[in-house]
């Protein structure tokens, strides 16, 4: 019997139209098509020719929920019901999914963003683009010179340019691949307000402030020497002065006191992923160089894609694993559920919400934590609802809970992902088991770390996986004892876990897909769940 006690509709039902995946090749990117119907028979031959899997999404339909199964998003149309100032995909920093726009569709998305629009990013010097934004020369005979800001890609010939050549059409068809390998950046840059609109009154005073103090102190505001000497200035006469600059000029700076020792260890974990953004006149954290633990000066133009080598021999062993754990089935999974021991994981992939319960109780004279509620923004990569606190008690993040369940469960579903890298290393097969290493690309796991996994050749069954950071120390390593049908996958459920010396058994229970989750996933403070019932 099932514990869940889940009032509420059921959220991932949203899509107007059906929605049906071609063709068997497990390597190819799925896209949706967001177009009229016209517009969808004419460039849905062209993708699939390209093999490309596609699906179909009426503009009407056009939303973020809608879209995020998908490995890369083409847009042609929008909704006209949207409003001038709303936006079908939600917040920029919460959108994704890889997408490409068709025409002039990307303009508009720009400005209800509040980002540069393709114009503009043509008019910008190098330095204002920012590292993000990148320009691609159409090759050969092909015409249409293409514009990238993160993980957004402007395609800015209509439809009817974009079907007149056969080297135009290869040259979109290879535009839409390279795009689905984009998942993890992201704009930098942007206008302080959407749609042109005026600088609030706020604003202004921001910048005022700006420029006063940065007269009075004599320094550039805009060059990272500045800010560490703005730190040590936060201990001389003029401190007020100085702390109230660095909180003009960064989005986010420390969370705990601004004192001078935290801002100094917090720049210096993020200066070399700090860029200026000169239509905001703040400093960004580039997201995309602080996870790689990277300079965001060495990261531009095709370094900012996910995965790298794709070896067709890791690949091949790759589709045995895929195979033997149900295929590419997570282009239909939209919640997911299941028990580790007393805690509830509940995940809504099409809201990119993650979500942990905890219905233990720490035993009198035991020192631990107790809390009841983590949640983890998937899709923003940021904590929503931390567990425990408040301070000084330890807080609880549901982040490493769900790195856990895309390694452990769903790492055979995630091996063809268009931004995961696939190798091989023979020198680790071991007893006829081949090693095949990949590293994921998806906000909110770690992209520093490999997994290495011995697979059993002759029916693709993982036997052993093991987690390795970029200097090469191994996190952790575990077998995989039992596996589970979930929907039509096959889930590992059960095995070792090996952390240095210490052995540990791990074991998922209950998992269901596609379950009803209650609406309130991202914000409910109590728990939604039952006990479970052992």
Known sequence: MSSLSLPGPCLWLVLAVPLTAQGNDLTAPLVALVAEPAVVTELEPLLRDAALRTRRVAPAACTAAALRLADVVVVVAWPESVPVDAHPLGDVDRWDRPTVFVGDSGERCARQWGLPTPAELTEFDSGARGPEAWTYAPP??????VLRQGHLFYFPAAVPAVLATPAERAWFAATVRLAARFVLDRPIVRHPTANQAPLPAAEVARRERIEAAAKQLAVDVDRAETVPTLIERLQERDHALAAALLDDLFVDGPIAQRTRNNWRSWWSARRAAMVWDPLSYVW??????YWRGVASATLSGDDRADGGERE???VALAVKVVQRYGGRALDDLATFT???GDVCCLWDRRAAIFRLENHATVPPGRFATQWDVSVLDTAGDRELIWGGGPPPQPRVSARADYRDLLTRLFLPALLLEPGTSLRRERQHDDGGRQCLVARLALRGADPKESLRLLVEPADGSIARVARWTDDR???ASWTIDATQPCGPIL?????NLQ???RITRFEYAEPAWNPDLPADLATATDR????REH
């Open 473 to 475: 120390n191994q996190v």
């Open 140 to 145: 050969g005979e092909a015409k249409t010179e």
């Open 499 to 501: 952390e240095r010396r």
């Open 312 to 314: 067709p021999e890791a």
């Open 284 to 289: 960004r954290l580039d997201q995309l160089a």
């Open 491 to 495: 889930v590992p459920i059960a095995g």
């Open 528 to 531: 939604r769940t039952q006990p």
């Open 338 to 340: 299941c028990w580790r």
